[in-house]
């Protein structure tokens, strides 16, 4: 759950607004001040969903960032908004379709809003439409 005042609320709201570069500034801002390793992963995953909301311009960036979460706290990994990001990422990699369509779909099983939109976009990316509205 993510607090009403957190980075990650914050970048949100101006995402909301249409304020992505004021998005990027607050999650940048807050991994430049000392935090535990999970914190720190935690809003590099968040900054990872940025990058990913510009498709694949956002590609070696968000996986920058997702490589960045996983060294920082290995067990990131199994969040569903990372592997929704991963499974977003290799869509606009080019992965087998069949592959993005099981991982995004296990993703976007925990029914986790965020996770869910980032599952929901791999699976519009290789043109699995009515899985995507689930």
Do not use: K
């Not at 990422?89 to 099981?102: K, M, N, Q």
């Amino acid at each position: 759950m993510i607090s009403r005042r957190s980075p990650q609320a914050e970048a949100h709201r101006a995402l909301a607004e249409g304020r992505y570069e004021a998005a990027f500034a607050v999650l940048e801002g807050a991994l430049r001040r000392p935090r535990a390793r999970l914190e720190q992963a935690q809003l590099t995953i968040h900054l990872a969903a940025i990058y990913a909301l510009y498709g694949s311009d956002g590609l070696s960036s968000g996986l920058l960032c997702l490589h960045e979460a996983a060294s920082l706290e290995p067990s990131i990994t199994h969040s569903p908004l990372y592997r929704a990001l991963y499974w977003e990422f290799a869509a606009y990699r080019g992965d087998p379709p069949g592959d993005v369509r099981t991982g995004a779909l296990a993703a976007a099983e925990a029914n986790q809003p965020l996770a869910s939109y980032h599952a929901a976009s791999a699976l519009l990316t290789v043109s699995e439409w009515a899985e995507a509205g689930r």
